[in-house]
């Protein structure tokens, strides 16, 4: 069957379930880079059980991953080559509920589709203290899951309870505590068509001055240290085995403002690759490629990314992989969450 003529079928099947289904959709319309191809067949979810019954659309050989708010994704300028399930679950107020209180403690239940920012403020509104630090994270609650994202000292690890995931192969749902989802560094054990609805936080009695100024106090830290625009955060992760940054090692091997075509390792933090209007995906990897060359002969050190790579060649892939992913204790993991799902 025609490339084409086989993404229009899944798509059909897909919109029996009532999900909505675009295809080749510009990969500059799902990231905070604003750049690269094509992405075959989007998939826009606004019920739960719209996800479960996915399941039954997607075959073992499609590529399918979840798309957040896509601010640690790179997506190549051929595209990807799969299904991206993207959340839009309703954006109200009913987003975010406190659902256990015992007077000092509290459960807050919130859609993957929130976003961070807007949680760490509704929950320090509401009086609740422990997701401050979120302010500063451009992601959804969902990618932030995923990634165990973090930052200002804390991460999601703190304060998850647990997840609800859908598997978008076989359409399974359970609830996860947070110890079963292998969080570490900037990363999970979650398999791409592990699809997080909710999460529940806990978070303690806080003062709601007191988190409003600590939420200030981060959002003037991240505009004076980071830049604005296209990028998606930090490129490497902070290498396990040296006490320097990435930011530090690739400033240190005097990389700081390095451009290829129109991409350029930011002159604000070096960790970060930004891009413009006219910013190929091909560019930002080239950067990337010279800053893990560089700092690699200078140091030794081999950082790999923490931002997603999809759609490149397996050797682009392979070469800023997560090398934790062949650690016993994350394979474990990985294994342990497949078998609950
Ligand atoms: C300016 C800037 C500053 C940043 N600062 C920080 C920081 O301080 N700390 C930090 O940790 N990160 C930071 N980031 C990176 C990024 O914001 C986080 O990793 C964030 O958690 C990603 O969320 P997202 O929704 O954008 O995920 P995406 O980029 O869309 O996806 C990231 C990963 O999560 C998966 N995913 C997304 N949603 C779901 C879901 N619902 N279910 C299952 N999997 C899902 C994707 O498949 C992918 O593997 C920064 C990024 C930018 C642009």
């Known amino acids: 069957m025609k490339r084409a003529n086989r993404w ?3 798509a059909k099947q897909i919109t029996r379930t009532g999900a909505g289904a675009d295809l080749f959709v510009p990969a500059s319309r799902l990231t905070t880079y604003r750049l690269g191809g094509p992405v075959a067949l989007v998939v826009s979810i606004t ?4 996800a479960i019954a996915l399941g039954s659309c997607i ?3 499609v590529n399918v991953i979840v798309i957040g708010n896509g601010s640690n994704i790179l997506i190549s300028d051929n595209g990807y080559e799969g299904v991206a399930v993207v959340l839009n679950l309703p954006d109200d107020e009913t987003m975010t509920s406190v659902v256990e209180s015992t007077g000092t403690t509290a459960l807050i239940d919130a859609a993957a589709n929130i976003r961070l920012p807007l949680l760490a403020r509704r929950t320090a509104a509401l009086g609740w203290s422990g997701l401050e630090w979120a302010v500063g994270v451009p ?3 969902g ?3 995923r990634m165990n994202a973090g930052g200002h000292g804390s991460d999601m690890a703190s304060t998850l309870l647990d997840a609800e995931l859908i598997n978008l192969r076989n359409g399974h749902t359970a609830r996860i505590a947070s110890q079963n989802l292998g969080l570490r560094f900037r990363g999970s054990a979650m398999a791409d068509e592990m699809c997080i609805v909710s999460a529940r936080c806990q978070v303690t009695r806080g003062n709601v001055e007191k988190s409003q100024k600590e939420i200030a106090a981060i959002v003037a830290w991240r505009r004076e240290h980071q830049p604005g625009g296209q990028n998606a955060g930090s490129v490497f992760v902070n290498p396990a085995k040296t006490t320097s940054s ?3 090692l690739i400033d240190e091997a005097g990389l700081r403002g390095t451009r290829h075509g129109t991409a350029e390792i930011s002159q604000k933090h070096a960790n970060f690759i930004q891009a413009d209007e ?4 091909a560019d930002v990897v080239a950067l990337m490629c010279e800053a893990q060359d560089v700092v690699f002969a200078r140091t030794g050190v081999m950082m790999h990314s923490e931002i ?3 759609g490149f060649a397996p050797e682009i892939s392979a070469r800023f992989q997560d090398r934790h992913r062949v650690e016993p204790e994350v394979v474990r993991a990985e294994e342990m969450l497949k078998s609950l799902l």
């Open 47 to 50: 019920k739960a059980e719209q």
């Open 143 to 145: 990618g932030a899951v």
């Open 139 to 141: 992601g959804s609650l």
């Open 278 to 281: 006219n910013t190929s995906a």
């Open 308 to 310: 997603r790579l999809l």
């Open 246 to 248: 990435a930011g530090a």
């Open 59 to 61: 075959s073992d050989d």
């Open 8 to 10: 229009t079928d899944i």
